[in-house]
């Protein structure tokens, strides 16, 4: 099955990227697309961080939702953006945020800060072409690396 386009064809192999760091190599973790087709399996070491495990978005496009502000969210990068604003409040006030955003948000928050994700490679559905919240956690998972 050829196609005609293989923009996102790179990471099929899924190679690490290699980092020459003085007297070690360290490899980057990065965002893997997850796929239905037979035979794919997840990458080893790879977390799937998509719906409905702790690490899934819990926001859609046009949905909705109860916040300080409401809001409807029209496309994809609205709903990666208020995915990264909501995880980068330290705490949610209950009376604004749906219980679910706020027993979601210190879950997550949690795993984030044991380490849950770090250097390791993230699995969504999403087209590698397109933000996805996994991009999100990347950043926060391997930044406050001390
Ligand atoms: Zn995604």
């Known amino acids: 099955m050829a196609l005609a386009v ?11 990227l ?24 997840m990458p080893e070491g790879a977390v799937y961080v998509g719906r409905p495990t702790i690490f899934g978005n819990p926001f859609l ?13 029209p496309n994809v990068d609205a709903v990666v953006q208020q995915f990264s604003h909501w995880l980068s409040l330290d705490t949610l006030d209950h009376r604004c945020w749906d219980n679910l955003l706020v027993v979601a948000h210190v879950r997550l928050k ?5 380490g849950a994700l770090r250097n390791r490679d ?17 950043e926060l998972a391997n930044s406050d690396v001390s």
């Open 6 to 16: 293989g923009l996102s064809d790179d990471r099929e192999a899924h190679q690490h």
């Open 18 to 41: 290699p980092v020459l760091l003085p007297g070690r190599v360290v490899t980057v973790p990065q965002r893997i697309q997850r796929k239905r087709a037979k035979g794919w399996r």
């Open 61 to 73: 496009v046009g949905v909705t939702f109860c916040g300080p502000t409401i809001k409807t969210l």
């Open 110 to 114: 949690a795993a984030l800060a044991g």
């Open 122 to 138: 993230l699995a969504c559905w999403c087209p590698l072409w397109q933000p996805c919240h996994a991009d999100v956690l990347l």
